[in-house]
């Protein structure tokens, strides 16, 4: 549901480590606590310790999948909007599976423009803005 807090904290899982960090950066330039992790494992790491408003994570990730990642968030952080991104194609079956459990995730196709990023986080809090904006 649109505009239900301002987001302030914004993670960003992706094992493309140049996707990643140029994502951080512009985030962090607009405002936004950024943190990076370039594993769903680092991930759990990071959000034990941390809370996200908002998470953008690619499905296609070594070892754990960014779907069960954000299952995984999602149980501790239910307020946290997840944005899933996917270059592969194979992708709709993980979707599915997670919806027979009951999860829904929206996902979008890589690659993604930073503006599609920026305008999801707009929707989700619009007119709140980032730390340090009334």
Known sequence: MPGR???????????EATIA??????LSSRGYEVRVAYSAEKA???IS???????????MLPKMNGIDFS????????????LLSSG????????????????SFEIL????????ILDAVEEF????????EA
Do not use: M
């Open 71 to 82: 299952i995984v968030l999602k149980d501790n952080y239910p307020e946290c909007r997840v």
């Open 109 to 116: 196709a890589k690659p993604l423009h930073p503006k599609l």
């Open 21 to 26: 960090d140029t994502l951080a950066l512009i």
């Open 5 to 15: 807090f301002p987001v302030r904290t914004i993670l960003i899982v992706e094992d």
């Open 44 to 46: 759990i790491e990071i």
């Open 88 to 103: 592969q194609p194979n992708t709709s079956v993980l979707l599915e599976e997670a919806f027979k459990k009951g999860h």
């Open 49 to 59: 310790e941390w809370e996200p408003d908002f998470a953008v994570v690619d499905v």
């Open 125 to 132: 809090g619009p007119g709140q803005g980032p730390i340090g």
